[in-house]
């Protein structure tokens, strides 16, 4: 695949060069290659955060939306599923926003999981202006993302468990199969 190239968000083009890389910069294999990965995804949400800012956005608004796809992309891609982050599967914002998110959160809230989609879909938007996924591949992200009927039945069904409800609960919302690189 060609290099792609993000460029530095405007007005802020001397204290922010244009990084090049490949997508396949961002598969890895052993901790050495997840901790380079990371770094990658540091600079790229940093240029998100930037880019939110340049739109509009206070930087408050834009740091609560890079927090939110941080959170995504750092923990839920790299750290549990080990996955490129440029290379999204369908479904994988439905099982981190309907299992993973309710899971792994001590007491899951449905405004936080809302802030969190928002600055998810803000963040794919952000790569598919950069032309780092495809229109298809945003399309279901945002797709997903619009479930929030399904995300809060999710959440107050996991709050409600009793007994061994957990895995015919878990079963609902699997986790998606990789693709091979």
Known sequence: MPSTRVLPVKGR???????????????FESLEDELRVDGLCRQLLERFYHYLQAEGLTPEKASSLAYSADYFVRDYLLDFLQQNILRPLP???????????????????MAVLERHLEGIVAWYRFLRGQHLVTAEELADVEQDAGQLAYYRDRMERFLALAGDGYEA??????????KSS
């Open 169 to 178: 609960w878990d079963r609902e919302c699997p986790q998606p199969e990789r």
């Open 13 to 27: 083009s001397m204290s922010q060069p244009t990084i090049e890389f490949e997508h396949d910069d961002f598969d």
């Open 91 to 109: 479904g994988h914002v439905r099982h981190f926003a309907g299992s993973w998110y309710v899971t792994r959160t001590l007491e899951p809230e």
